[in-house]
């Protein structure tokens, strides 16, 4: 009989584990939430598929969102509005017609460059849009998150 032993080649090295902040996990909680959310109504979406979709447990999702789903849902909802909000909260600075218009001059290609680094929403919201038919919300909300 013979045996043949392997000799393992090293393999990239795995990074180093670091536990999350308690505002960095929620903000990721919010985003897995928010990504199922943009491709499914929230009657169809789960705990455990927002617990799959951010790699963490379903306990963990209770941890920071004692009231269940309802309560990760209003805050998903919170945190877009919030979002939304900045693109168009008129600037503190500069002159009142300038700071007034900014909103309604989205279109502009000379508007991103003055898109305040604080509110990440508008520079998508500024780029052309192609000819044709108006695409459906999910081709800007990027693929389906993949479950398995």
Do not use: I, N
């Not at 090293?10 to 670091?18: M, S, V």
């Not at 805050?75 to 700071?99: I, K, T, V, Y």
């Not at 604080?118 to 695409?135: D, L, Q, T």
């Amino acid at each position: 009989m013979r045996v043949t032993l392997r000799v393992m080649s090293p393999q990239a090295p795995t990074p180093a584990y670091r536990r999350l902040s308690v505002e960095e996990r929620r903000v990721q909680l919010l985003e897995a939430a928010l990504a199922l959310f943009a491709h499914r109504p929230p009657e169809e979406v789960s705990l455990d598929d927002v617990a799959e979709q951010a790699g963490v447990s379903r306990p963990l999702v209770y941890r920071y969102f004692p009231g269940g789903k309802q309560q990760l849902y209003e805050a998903a909802l919170r945190s877009a509005a919030d979002e939304l909000r900045l693109c168009f909260d008129e600037p503190r600075e500069g002159p009142l017609l300038a700071r007034l218009s900014r909103p309604w001059t989205a279109t502009s290609p000379s508007w991103t460059s003055t898109t305040p680094a604080s509110a990440p929403c508008c520079a998508a919201a500024a780029s052309p849009r192609p000819p044709g038919p108006r695409p459906s919300w999910t081709a800007y909300a990027g693929p389906p998150p993949t479950t398995s």
